[in-house]
């Protein structure tokens, strides 16, 4: 086991120095840079421009510059942001809460919604309601997010005029019921993939499950159905499901990006675009960076959760 | 400022004007100043909603338009413009001029007289010692500062008392006024045993001595500022001002119709809303010009743009009104000039565009411009083919950049567009002159001051080897000798010639095609007042501690 | 080389095979197949029959309602036809979605079959690679490539591919990896055959239903992504039309205009959803365990 988990985290490890260096290379090689937004400021001139890049030790080379940024890295130093002057880490912690409710919200949502779809299209395998369910989950995933958004704020809120059209809260209001009706929206413009993905895993992990003796034989002993659905059948197959949440994180998080600069939610998403455009490289390279991260601990823990819950998985 | 629609020409003499003649503080300015009256009386909340987010809180350094909304209301600068040009004191206790003593005769020589009793908002005094550390960090070479115009030429700043300090200028430099307008006075106690100046803890935690007193940033989202009731002028009257970044301009004006929303600032209500926003109810809407002027800078490095017949062709071939009219929905004003329609510099006499594409195609004939075997016309192996860039993601520019291109086609010139991410688009490319052409919307006045030399001085081109920003790489000895001659004189009348000259020689020369000047569309509540358009200031809070609700 | 193929199923070419047969009773497939036909046959033959231009700009017709005139699908801000805009478009973005299946399939399976016919520290190597790649959500990957780079219909094709190779070479490493100690592979190695040879016409051909699968989705995967990145502006730019730069801007005029935002939309759903039910269709076909379904 610990062997196990040692050569998962020199693995990871690994992994986040190839990402590190791609993702530097992508920001740095490109033209433009992080002063061009001071360009048309009344009486900005280049040699000011000059002064401030030197200031800041833009003009090094490149291979310095990224020695420099790892250098403090791997002491937890993420470095300061371009634009507000505050430490990479502070900045993306303070965008997080944004993002892990409304992503927290689509799971939540998803992974009821998209089990219980899975589960009786299994146990209603060939039916109408399995052949619909696949069908539209199959829409489902083509639909581009951002546009169902858009549609979705053409009705709700300019149509009808029943939700907020964005963000995360009304100024002065913030209470619970006030989060929800920003909240709702975008939650369930986001879960819409995830609600199909986990329908047709969760279908497949049950048709396997039932197939198995060990319902067969709770069967045979003369357990009712339902007992034998709930006890056995939900609980085993939702164990692969766990390895799927973990696969599925980059996907929800790339969503929950788009699905945020569409209802302009203050999360991530929005910090990561803005940061792009006022080419805010450290913060850029902290989201890349936290965002591989995420995922790869999103991995490893469901790899050790499914181990720790199903004695028949070995982690050596 | 409460009429529905008001186009804001306000067109009275302005800017510098004090710095020779006297006595031009009116009884007006007056009212602004009575110092010390009581504030405790400051009421109400106000959301004021940004499509940008402030993040840079020490005004000092590099910063764009949008962190100016919170400046205005936390920090005091010496002294400021008004809407019509004119200096009103601030913390100065009179704004100097040749003629109150506070300029030598020369322009050499400075005095600055503050006010006595203000105090920055943790009750620190504020003292002359504030403003030459503000004044000197400005010029500290290892301090990432903003601005350096101006600055170069400032000499032993020397202070006389808590009230009072002196300097000299190495050459006299009339646009300095205007720049020390727009220097925001911070701190010299926040910066002691600060090691690197560029990351003191007060560049997230802002003292001033503004009228609103900085609370707390929730990042990604909104800024928190509460009323300084210590404040040394009249006001302010709100007991909160909240700045919201909403960072979608159809949200933020869906926004402003539910009333979640007090005032709509920077970016404001979309041209295409206006005829809807003017029917709102209990709302004001007001349309007020900026100092930014729309243009098609032509790279004058290149060999189609050196020929005047072709520049003049374009001109005549561009359909400003179609423009303006359709797709800006008649907003901006169209201008023949890069100086505001507000400003007192403003030459009213130059010729006016017409759109004519028979007179544009006759120019490039006489020219000798004939259309090749494809319709495009060349001379002498010289193709009228180039790029036109700008922003890639700015709707309305785009539209209009692919309507002048259909126009320039049928004149047998081909303009192929070529946008970027704004990181590329005002990176190298532009500052070296890269680009064929461009459309750009350039502010290129410091305040109410007409000096450009930085925009149109032939030494002040990157591509030609220059340190400015004249990156169309016009050069014209006329011009280059008429902004010597203005930068260094004080006397407002003999400015005014200067530059209204320089402005016809430039229209004559068309080194840009100037299409519009812009304007914007201001909206808030209809119980708030104070929110005036100043043309000579960047953002709408220039006026913050003036403003009521009720 | 017949003759040192053991699994006869999978070198029998497609148009004889039980996988095509199997293909064309999947119902969906076929619906998916016929979408994206009449689709592709609009967006190349309907230019012809309508009567505007794509780029032609008339101020006096803007935001004219579907159905004005001629105008079946109304018009843009600029006044231009939108179904003339919208077919053009299609064949650009449909052209994206092609030129990235074939780009990313390519880098996809040469990495996998190289990976896993070699074995070892290069596999270890190269699928680290591949793991990196993966740990990005690629829409952060994407638009960070895109806001540095000038672009275009090839540019962005390019970048899409950058973000899409890495499925086909897992799919295909470990196709290779289960094939590499077969008899046939020993075989050739017997008969003298160059590794480039046994690695690309002997390993590569086994794995093509896989990769063909992977192939279908990457065009699905591909449009969906050129649109997003073009409706954040970072795409293709106008005024040539892509179903994602006619999306942009079209959050702007929801209210006022909500067909600029509906009809490309509902394009890109009708060809992604057309594709991905193609692949589910060559997914089932080439799955011999589905047998029987």
């Known amino acids: 086991m610990l062997r196990y988990l040692a050569s998962r985290l020199g693995q990871s490890l690994l992994l986040l120095l190839i990402v590190s260096f791609i993702g530097f290379a992508v920001l740095n090689l490109a033209p433009g840079g992080p002063l061009s937004q001071f360009a048309l400021s009344p009486g900005m001139t280049q040699e000011q421009i000059d002064k401030i890049a030197s200031q800041m030790g833009l003009d090094r080379p490149l291979p310095v510059q990224y020695l420099d940024w790892f250098s403090h890295l791997v002491v937890g130093d993420w470095g300061t942001s371009y634009r507000d002057g505050q430490p990479v880490l502070h900045v993306i912690g303070s965008h997080l809460f944004a993002t892990l409710l409304l992503m927290g919200t689509a799971t939540v949502i998803s992974v009821s919604l998209g089990s219980t779809i899975g589960i009786f299209s299994a146990l209603k395998r060939g039916s109408t309601f399995d052949y619909t369910m696949t069908v539209l989950a199959m829409i489902a995933l083509s639909i581009p997010t951002f546009w169902f958004g858009l549609i979705a704020i053409y009705v709700f809120s300019l149509s009808l005029g029943w939700l907020p059209a964005g963000n995360m809260y009304t100024v002065g209001d913030g209470s619970v019921l006030d989060y929800l009706r920003h909240l709702i929206m975008p939650a369930v413009v986001l879960a819409l993939v995830d609600v199909a993905i986990w329908s047709r895993y969760m279908r497949t992990s049950t048709l396997n499950v039932i197939n198995q003796d060990f319902v067969r034989t709770a069967r045979a002993k003369g357990l009712t159905r339902r007992r034998v659905l709930l006890k056995h059948v939900v609980g085993n197959s939702l164990v692969p499901m766990i390895t799927l949440a973990g696969l599925q994180l980059p996907m929800v998080l790339g969503g929950a990006l788009v699905t945020e600069t569409v209802f302009t939610w203050p999360g991530m998403g929005r910090l990561f675009l803005d940061s792009l455009g006022y080419s805010d490289y450290p913060v850029v390279m902290g989201l890349l960076m936290a965002s591989a991260l995420l995922v790869l601990i999103g991995n490893l823990a469901a790899d050790l959760i499914v181990a720790l819950i199903d004695p028949r998985i070995r982690l050596d | 400022m409460t009429d529905k629609k008001k186009t804001g020409h306000l067109n009275r003499r302005s800017a510098l004007t004090l710095m020779g003649a006297a006595g031009l503080i009116g009884p007006s300015m007056i009212g602004r100043d009575r110092a010390f009256a009581a504030n405790a009386d400051a009421t109400g909340q106000l959301v004021l909603a940004f499509s940008q987010e402030p993040t840079v809180f020490n005004p000092l350094m590099p910063h764009i338009e949008v962190d100016e909304g919170v400046y205005y209301a936390v920090f005091d600068t010496l002294f400021d413009f008004d809407p019509d040009g004119e200096f009103f004191p601030i913390l100065a206790a009179e704004v100097p001029t040749v003629a109150n003593g506070g300029i030598s005769e020369d322009g050499l020589s400075w005095t600055l007289k503050l006010k006595e009793g203000v105090t920055w908002h943790d009750g620190t005094p504020f003292t002359a010692e504030d403003v030459k550390f503000s004044l000197e960090l400005t010029m500290d070479p290892d301090f990432r500062s903003f601005r350096s115009t101006g600055y170069k030429f400032m000499r032993n700043i020397t202070v006389v008392s808590d009230t009072e300090l002196t300097w000299e200028m190495s050459e006299p430099f009339a646009p300095m006024a205007a720049i020390l307008a727009s220097t925001y006075i911070i701190p010299k106690h926040a910066f002691e045993g600060v090691e690197d100046k560029n990351s003191a803890p007060f560049n997230n935690a802002p003292i001033g001595t503004g009228p609103f007193k900085f609370k707390n940033r929730m990042a990604g989202d909104h800024i928190e500022l509460e009323a300084n009731a210590d404040y040394h002028m009249d006001g302010p009257f709100l007991k909160t001002l909240i700045i919201k970044y909403v960072p979608d301009l159809n949200v933020m004006y869906t926004q402003f119709k539910s009333g979640d929303i007090d005032v709509i600032g920077l970016q404001y209500i979309t041209p295409d809303h206006l005829a809807e926003a003017e029917t709102l109810a209990g709302k004001v809407v007001t349309v007020a010009g900026t100092a930014t002027f729309e243009s098609i800078g032509l790279n004058m490095t290149r060999p189609q743009f050196q020929d005047l017949a072709v520049r003049k062709a374009l001109y005549a071939a561009l359909d400003k009104t179609s423009i303006i009219d359709a797709l800006y929905y008649g907003v901006p004003t169209p201008t023949e000039t890069y100086m505001p329609q507000q400003s007192y510099y403003y030459n009213d006499s130059l010729p006016k565009h017409e759109f004519d594409l028979e007179k544009a195609k006759a120019l490039l004939d006489e020219a000798g411009w004939v259309p090749g075997s494809d319709g495009i016309r060349e001379k002498d192996g010289v193709r009228l083919e180039f790029s036109n860039s700008t922003t890639a993601g700015n709707h309305l520019r785009e539209q209009a950049q692919q309507f002048i291109q259909q126009t320039f086609a049928e004149i047998g010139v081909k303009m192929e567009i070529k946008n970027f991410p704004p990181a590329v688009m005002w990176g190298d490319y532009w500052m070296n002159s890269e680009f064929d052409s461009v459309v750009v919307g350039l502010n290129t006045l410091a305040g109410a001051d007409p000096d450009t030399s930085d925009y149109f001085m032939s030494t002040m081109s990157p591509t030609l080897g220059g340190a400015g920003q004249n990156t169309f790489a016009y050069q014209n000895p006329k011009v280059d000798e008429l902004l010597v001659k203005g930068a260094s004189s004080f006397v407002p009348e003999e400015r005014k010639a200067i530059y209204e000259e320089m402005q016809a020689v430039i229209r004559e020369d068309l080194p840009f095609l100037p299409v519009f000047q812009y304007a914007v569309i201001k909206g808030w509540k209809d119980d708030v007042t104070g929110p005036a358009p100043n043309v000579n200031n960047r953002i709408d809070t220039w006026n913050v501690r003036d403003w009521k609700r009720g | ?293």
């Open chain 3, 1 to 293: 080389m017949t003759a040192a193929t053991t699994d006869p199923a999978a070198r029998r070419p497609f148009l004889k095979s039980r996988a095509l047969r199997r293909f064309l009773n999947h119902r969906l497939a076929l619906i998916g197949l016929v979408m994206v036909l009449t689709l592709t046959a609009a967006c190349f033959i309907g230019p012809h029959l309508l009567p505007y231009d794509e780029l032609y700009i008339d101020l006096r017709a803007r935001f004219a309602p579907p159905g004005t005139g001629a105008h079946i699908f109304g018009t843009d801000p600029l006044g231009r036809d939108i179904a003339a805009r919208l077919f053009h478009a299609g064949q650009i973005s449909m052209a994206v979605g092609f030129a990235v299946m074939i780009i990313a399939t390519g880098i996809g399976s040469v990495v996998g079959v190289v990976s896993g016919y070699y074995g070892g520290k290069v596999s270890a190597v190269l699928m680290r690679i591949v793991d990196a790649f993966l740990s990005f959500p690629s829409v952060f990957l994407l638009l960070a490539l895109a806001a540095f780079i000038q672009p275009g219909p090839v540019m962005i094709a390019l970048i899409i591919s950058a973000t899409s190779w890495m499925e086909v070479a897992r799919i295909v490493e470990a196709e290779v990896k289960s094939l590499r100690n077969q008899d046939f592979v020993q075989a050739a190695h017997m008969l003298g055959l160059s590794k480039r040879w046994i690695m690309f016409r002997e390993l590569l051909p086994n794995a093509i239903g896989p990769i063909i699968v992977a192939a279908t989705l990457t065009v699905a995967r591909a449009i969906l992504l050129e649109a997003y990145i073009s409706f954040l502006g970072y795409g293709i730019q106008p005024p040539l039309p892509s179903w994602g730069n006619m999306l942009n801007g079209a959050q702007q005029y929801l209210a006022s205009a909500p067909w600029l935002a509906i009809v490309p939309g509902l394009a890109i759903t009708i060809a992604v959803t057309g594709f991905n039910f193609i692949g589910d269709g060559l997914r089932d076909a080439f799955d011999s365990r589905t047998q029987g379904h």
